[in-house]
């Protein structure tokens, strides 16, 4: 299997970490069955643009939303938008789907649900569709810089 930049960072600093592959869902939710995991467990990454044109990270349970109001006030922005899908590739490297938390082109300001903490380790994109990455809240603080807040 050909390595994304997420899993080639997670080998370059020596962190513990799993891999699970998956085929013909996209959806959060179909990748939780999928993979027999709560879906507590599973987070999806979500790219936004605040109002002063900044590009911000949230990690949240699949079958959550993200307030956008939380969201704004976590971040200190008066107002938070979703990325438009076509802008995604271009910032971040990554295809709507398989969009990684790291490895982006460029580290992005990251907050992650505080849902994250109930659970020893968490499901998130490997950087593809079809590759998820089983890590703890630790080893994922050890490779970007991660926020802490309740965003949903």
Known sequence: MEKTNAVRQLDRKKLPYRLHTYEG????IDV??????????????????????????FMIPVAEELDLKKAAKAV??????????KELL???????GGCSPIGMKKQ?????DEAAFLHETIFFSGGRI???????????QS???????AVT
């Open 90 to 96: 271009p910032l971040t490297g990554y295809i709507h």
């Open 143 to 149: 490779v970007i810089p991660l926020e802490i807040h």
């Open 130 to 140: 079809g590759l998820q990455i089983e890590a703890s809240l630790k080893t994922l």
């Open 108 to 112: 992005l300001r990251t907050v992650i």
């Open 25 to 28: 869902v996209i959806s959060g």
């Open 32 to 57: 939780a069955k999928t993979l027999a995991q709560a879906q507590e467990r599973v987070f999806k990454t979500l790219v936004t643009v605040g109002k002063s044109a900044a590009h911000y990270v």
């Open 76 to 85: 200190g922005e008066k107002s938070i938008a979703m990325l438009p899908q």
